[in-house]
C-alpha cells in the first residue's frame, strides 16, 4: 500500500446505478485529487481539493460529483455514468513541502465498467 | 493549453540494453518535472526535477532536465524484466495554493525481453 487507500478495487455499474468511490490518505497531505485513465490516454485529472475546499474541476460532467468532508478522504459519486466513463480512477494526495519538494502519492485505483 | 508529449509511446528491448524516454513539455508557469513508473495500477514516484541540468540518479535510473529546451530524458541502462511497465512523465505548475494537478504525457510502454 502507497498510503492511499482506495476503495473498491473494481465496479461494475449498469447506466442508471449510483455508486461511490472512495479514498482515504494516511500520509497527513492538505491536498486530495482524482484522475481518470483511460486506455490510450494521458492521466487525465478531473477534481482538485485542498484542505478540504474543491479549488479545481477540470471541466468534468456533472455525473460525477466529488465529495471531500476533511482532508483525509475523498469520493466521487457516480450516477446515470456512459460506457465512455468506464477506466480506472487514481486518487491522489499531496504536500507542497516548498525547497524540500513536492510529495505527491498515488493510491491503487478503482477499475470502473459501466455496462 | 498546457501539453506534455512522450517518445516513444513503445519500446521494446533486451535485457541488459540501456533506454532512453523522452519527454517534452510546453506548459505555463513550469515548476517541475516528474517521473512515475506505472507497472499495475498506482504510479510510483521516481524523480522530480526542478533545476536544469542537474542530473538524478537513482540506482540504474537517472534523469535529467532542461528548462532551456523544454525537455526530460530518462535513462535506464542494464534493463532488467523488472523494469517492464509505463513510464509516465508529467509536469506541474505554480498555482500558489500548495494544490498542484499534473499535467501528465501518454508515457512509454517498456518492454523488456529476457
Known amino acids: 500500500e502507497t498510503g492511499v487507500t482506495q476503495t473498491p478495487r473494481h465496479l461494475v455499474m449498469g447506466m442508471t446505478n449510483k455508486k461511490s468511490l472512495k479514498c482515504e490518505q494516511h500520509?497527513?497531505?492538505?491536498?486530495m485529487y482524482w484522475y481518470k485513465q483511460s486506455a490510450k490516454k494521458p492521466l487525465e485529472l478531473m477534481f482538485v481539493?485542498?484542505?478540504?475546499?474543491?479549488?479545481e474541476n477540470n471541466s468534468v460532467p456533472s455525473r460525477f460529483s466529488p465529495e471531500c468532508p476533511n482532508s483525509s478522504h475523498l469520493f466521487l459519486h457516480l450516477h446515470t455514468l456512459q460506457p465512455e466513463d468506464s477506466a480506472l480512477y487514481l486518487c491522489?494526495?499531496?504536500?507542497?513541502?516548498?525547497?524540500?519538494?513536492?510529495?505527491?502519492?498515488f493510491g491503487s485505483g478503482t477499475r470502473l465498467t459501466v455496462v | 493549453e498546457d501539453k506534455v508529449v512522450q517518445s516513444p509511446l513503445s519500446l521494446v528491448v533486451h535485457e541488459g540494453d540501456t533506454v532512453t524516454l523522452n519527454c517534452s513539455y510546453e506548459?505555463?508557469?513550469?515548476?517541475?518535472l516528474l517521473w512515475y513508473k506505472q507497472e499495475k495500477k498506482a504510479p510510483t514516484f521516481l524523480f522530480m526535477l526542478?533545476?536544469?541540468?542537474i542530473e538524478k540518479k537513482s540506482g540504474r535510473l537517472s534523469s535529467i532536465l532542461d528548462k532551456k529546451e523544454l525537455f526530460s530524458i530518462l535513462n535506464i541502462t542494464a534493463t532488467q524484466t523488472g523494469d517492464s511497465a509505463v513510464y509516465l512523465c508529467?509536469?506541474?505548475?505554480?498555482?500558489?495554493?500548495?494544490?498542484?494537478?499534473?499535467?501528465f504525457g501518454k508515457g512509454t510502454h517498456l518492454i523488456i525481453q529476457p
Open positions: 500520509l497527513g497531505h492538505n491536498a
Open positions: 481539493y485542498n484542505f478540504k475546499e474543491q479549488t
Open positions: 491522489a494526495s499531496s504536500q507542497d513541502r516548498g525547497g524540500k519538494g513536492f510529495g505527491y502519492t
Open positions: 506548459v505555463t508557469n513550469f515548476r517541475s
Open positions: 526542478t533545476s536544469s541540468g
Open positions: 508529467a509536469a506541474t505548475i505554480y498555482s500558489g495554493g500548495g494544490a498542484d494537478g499534473l499535467t
